[in-house]
């Protein structure tokens, strides 16, 4: 338990407010009266509180219920309403208050509510409430912590001269007892930060820190969606580490001696952009970690050929809300978009482009993991990915292989209609996506024709677009040179030449196919080669027109003409619904 306030207890002495801080620095984020991106918070916990203060005013004790995802600045909003309102602080860590028993538990409550009354007026912060009122292991309720803990904070003691003020702090409000959270007159939340927020944390945390003079606050505030004052501070702290590593390799190749460190780490030194970006993509990695999506191989918008069009329906869904989002507050949002066309189209490769160029977390899912054998838990699972993509907002779902997710209910054949109940929870996540505006779902399919009919309705997968095939010699030469892009290719390689040698019908899977295999010859030649030690493997792989003209040769395109045919008809059919 920690005590702050300017207050200190002796016999015969009178408690009192504690007196306002003139010296408070408004720069400093930790001591500030309203520290930025936290001051909202901080004025509805004072407004919560204030009529608390006049003990003839309300009846019970005035409690706060402050929720707010880990590293939040819960504690910061609450020192600084304390600051506000003159009022001691008195900090309590609810798993230091669990027992064995539940008779030592509430004793130890007891003790703590009593405690509070000698400092008054003051604060009582309950740290980590959720752990209280559960039983020991940690399933079932604790009726009778609860119920004292009710009593404590519902109950007026009218000999009290001060009140007590009570805030119990959860990152968990969902495993709060719905007996304990009713106890609390009060429920403030901290949300995740908006890009304004993050700018304004950002600088006021940085005021004492040298920046380079590329850093900008604001696009790093554009970078850093989704983070907390936590994750703000440990990208400080990493930034600091990299320029510290930056400048000993730099200036010192031999290693410094502790004291020069020393000297050099009060000097200070600049942190330059090149180190909040390696500090960065080091927390976006935890951080996607954290929420289970694992890091997309980086694909950039040149790595795929053609497909311009859907490229720019995915960006309008995606981009344009995050950026105008006064436009939304007229309640046209469209939220889900369906890829549909034949396999190896690159359906998944626009997601993963989706992924790198949007600064947003992506939660790639496919259908089938997410079936499981247990009763409930398929449908538990599809509640998780779309509970993840909330905490991690803004953030894309990628459902790859959606038919076998959300067949059409009533059509599929197993007994206990499993996977009827899994569309109706997709549907149900789906709808409740509404209220979040910053959580988009990209359904990817081959066969959009088995889907469930409901998933097409507005306000879910609204847009269905559709990716064919390269069919032109045009649009097969953009793939093709997309897939080339990384090769070393002779200068005898004409691409153009090399598709007149393959099928007229071509997905941009067969073209990375024919890449491959060109590449599988060159190598074969190389190692012939160096066997011969006609060449070394330090010099280049280099691709020649023999290479392409043979894999050409060999070539088979995956999508023969009936199932194109029966592509088209869907496409048909979809365009004219
Ligand atoms: P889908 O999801 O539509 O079945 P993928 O996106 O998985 O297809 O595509 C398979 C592979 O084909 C990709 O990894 C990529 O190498 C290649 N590919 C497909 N379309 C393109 C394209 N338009 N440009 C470049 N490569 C492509």
């Not at 959270?181 to 940085?206: C, D, G, W």
Request: charged residues 20%; hydrophobic residues 40%.
């Amino acid at each position: 338990m920690t005590f702050q306030g300017g207050f200190c207890q002796l016999v015969g002495s009178t408690n009192s407010t504690v007196p306002s801080a003139p010296a408070y620095n408004s720069n400093e984020f930790w001591s500030s009266l309203s520290p930025a991106g936290l001051s909202d918070v901080v004025k509805q916990l004072c407004d919560a509180l204030r009529p608390h203060l006049n003990r003839h005013a309300l009846s019970g004790v005035g409690s706060v219920l402050l929720s707010g995802p880990s590293g939040s600045g819960k504690l910061v909003a609450v020192r600084a309403a304390c600051s506000c309102l003159n009022l001691h602080l008195f900090k309590v860590d609810c798993v230091s208050l669990c027992s064995d028993t539940s008779a030592a538990t509430e004793e130890k409550v007891q003790v703590a509510f009593s405690q509070a009354q000698q400092y008054q007026p003051c604060v009582l912060l309950l740290k980590d409430l959720e752990v209280l009122g559960r039983d020991r292991d940690g399933l079932g309720e604790d009726a009778r912590v609860i119920a004292t803990l009710r009593q404590l904070l519902l109950d007026k003691d009218p000999a009290l001269s001060h009140p007590v003020l009570v805030i119990g702090t959860t990152c968990k409000p969902q495993n709060v007892p719905t007996d304990l959270q009713t106890a609390f007159l009060h429920e403030v939340k901290i949300k995740a930060p908006s890009e304004e927020q993050r700018r304004l944390m950002l600088s006021m945390l940085t005021a004492s820190l040298p920046l380079g003079k590329e850093v900008s606050l604001s696009k790093l505030a554009r970078r850093t969606a989704g983070f907390v004052l936590g994750d703000f501070c440990a990208l400080l702290s990493h930034s600091g580490r990299a320029a510290c590593t930056r400048i000993q390799v730099l200036s010192f190749p031999g290693g410094l001696s502790e004291e020069v460190e020393r000297d050099f780490c009060t000097a200070g030194f600049p942190v330059l952009e090149e180190d909040f970006s390696a500090a960065l993509d080091q927390l976006h990695d935890a951080h996607s970690q954290a929420v289970g999506a694992p890091k997309i191989p980086s694909v950039s918008w040149q790595d795929i050929g053609g497909l311009q069009e859907v490229k720019k329906e995915i960006l309008d869904t995606i981009q344009l809300p995050l950026e105008y989002p006064e436009l939304l507050s007229l309640g046209l949002c469209r939220s889900g978009l369906l890829l549909y066309g034949p396999p190896g189209t690159g359906k998944t490769l626009l997601a993963k482009a989706v992924a790198t160029t949007c600064t947003m977390t992506f939660l790639s899912v496919k259908g089938p993991e997410l079936i499981n054998m247990y009763v409930g838990q398929s449908e538990e699972n599809v509640r998780n990915v779309f509970a993840r993509a909330r905490a991690a907002a803004p953030c894309i779902i990628f459902f790859d292989e959606l038919d076998s997710l959300a067949p059409s209910r009533g059509r599929s054949g197993d007994s206990g209609g499993v996977m009827d109940r899994v569309v109706s929870q997709l549907l149900a996540e789906l709808d409740g996506l509404h209220s979040s505006r910053e959580v988009f779902v990209i359904g990817a399919t081959n066969r959009p024709d088995l889907l469930d009919p409901a998933l097409l309705r507005p306000g879910r997968f609204d847009k269905l677009v559709y990716v064919g095939i390269s069919e032109d010699r045009e649009s097969q030469l953009q793939v093709l040179s997309a897939v080339t892009r990384k090769f070393k290719l002779d200068p005898s390689v004409n691409l153009t030449t090399i598709l007149d040698k393959c099928p007229a019908q071509l997905t941009g899977a067969d073209i990375y196919a024919l890449c491959s295999d060109a590449m599988m010859c060159a190598v074969k030649r190389k190692v012939e080669w160096i066997e011969e030690g006609l060449d070394t493997e330090k010099s280049a792989l280099i691709l020649t027109m023999e290479d392409f003209l043979q894999a050409a040769a060999r070539l088979q395109p995956s999508v023969s003409e009936q199932e194109l045919l029966r592509y088209r008809l869907i496409q048909q059919k979809f365009a004219a619904s």
